[in-house]
């Protein structure tokens, strides 16, 4: 019997009914994949967050993820993927991309680089469900090694950054509260980008005077306005502004970046690997996450492409759990600044991982991404 028959015959017995609904389908428990030796899982799961998140373009209380596991001789590897709404994955885009991954015909979890690509050869986009498989399979390589990345990468893991903690656009006695939720963070980032930019800062100022950077998730739609904010942004010990006006306005982007007092960082503008490229010249650097550019192994590759053209690199999430928090950390000694709060943001996480202590990546001698999954 072919697979992929027998999967339609095991989906009919679980289910009970030959008219399987996708949302049912993919809310159900975990979904085995058979393969002769490595294995993939996946379920979803809600990230609840502990305050409704407002950023420039959209708000929300929720995250889908999906979780997944790669298991190879008895050793599991874990991995997620984070699909905040307005970036077009969902719990039925990443099931449906994930069912059609096919890990058997790979006898060796090492290739690593032939299996990504089959990964990305399957679907255009779904850079996060893509992600998940990345994810897992470092994690699964790490422990089959019994090393942690950083080490594998050669990396100093004293090295890690500090994170920024993100603060979103709320009513001045909410961002004071919020500020001084934040205590154990050194840095914090401030969402702009609607009409109340100088309030925020005015309102975060008011209660702490450490270093800002600023997210402006394409908000400003003029670039003199633009360069006007940042000049007195400049004067508030602002470090630095992410995407400043919206992705396409790439000339608008080079001229900012010539004339603006602090560096100008490209998120929403700078997805792949080869985006990398394009944002030289119009950006001073690029955000990196593992959920836009499809996992650890591309994320690796941009930052080495990013220094190879003398640009600043910063190394970004989503609200995640512990396990692509994780994932980034491993990396984050090569990046000049860090926002890796996604699992702070989150009410249940899955994992104990990576830490932020006192404000720094820490990072801990646990194989592979470091994570244990809670009881
Ligand atoms: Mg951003």
């Given at each position: 019997m072919k697979r992929r028959e027998f999967l339609k015959i095991a989906g009919f017995t679980v289910f009970?009914?030959?008219?399987?609904?996708p949302v049912s389908y993919i809310n159900s428990k975990s979904i085995t994949r058979s393969t002769s030796k490595m294995k993939l899982r996946f379920y979803p799961y809600t990230l609840e967050l502990k305050h409704v998140f407002t950023v420039a373009t959209a708000s929300r209380r929720t995250t889908p993820v999906m979780m997944t596991e790669i298991e190879y001789e008895g050793v599991v590897g874990y991995g997620e993927a984070s699909m905040p709404p307005y970036l077009g994955e969902s719990h039925q885009t990443a099931a449906d991309f994930l069912s059609?991954?096919?890990?058997?015909?790979?006898?060796?979890?090492?290739k690593t680089e032939e299996i990504l690509a089959y990964i990305d050869s399957?679907?255009?986009?779904n850079p996060a469900a893509k992600a998940s498989v990345d994810i897992a399979l470092h994690d699964l390589i790490g422990k089959l090694i019994g090393q942690p990345w950083y080490k594998l990468y050669g990396?100093?893991?004293?090295k890690t950054p500090y994170t920024s903690f993100t603060i979103g656009i709320d009513k001045p006695d909410v961002v004071r509260q919020k500020v001084k939720e934040a205590e154990k963070f050194k840095i914090l980032k401030v969402k702009l980008g609607l009409d109340n930019d100088k309030e925020m800062i005015e309102t975060i100022r008011s209660v702490t005077d450490k270093p800002l950077r600023c997210d402006v998730?394409?908000?400003?739609?003029d670039k003199e306005y633009a360069l006007r904010m940042i000049e007195w942004l400049?004067?508030?010990?602002?470090?630095l502004i992410e995407?400043?006006?919206?992705?396409?306005w790439i000339d608008e982007h080079a001229w900012l970046k010539e004339r603006s007092p602090l560096p100008i960082i490209g998120d929403e503008a700078?997805?792949?690997?080869?985006d990398i490229r394009k944002a030289h010249g119009v950006y001073h650097g690029v955000n990196i996450k593992l959920m836009k550019c499809t996992g650890m192994r591309e994320a690796y590759k941009s930052i080495m492409l990013a220094r190879a053209f003398d640009m600043k690199v910063m190394i970004g999430c989503m609200t995640e759990t512990s396990c692509a928090i994780s994932a980034a950390a491993h990396i984050?000694?090569?990046?000049?600044?860090?926002?890796?709060?996604g699992a702070e943001l989150?009410?249940?996480?899955?994992f104990d991982g990576v830490k932020i202590i006192d404000g720094k990546v820490t990072l801990n001698?646990?194989?592979?991404?470091?994570i244990i999954k809670k009881q």
């Open positions: 009970g009914s030959t008219f399987i609904n059609k991954v096919d890990l058997s015909q790979f006898d060796d979890p090492f399957i679907a255009p986009g990396l100093a893991p004293e998730n394409q908000g400003w739609k400049a004067t508030k010990n602002v470090e995407q400043p006006m919206p992705k396409e700078v997805q792949r690997l080869k984050s000694p090569l990046v000049d600044w860090a926002d890796l709060d989150i009410s249940n996480d899955l001698n646990r194989p592979g991404i470091g």
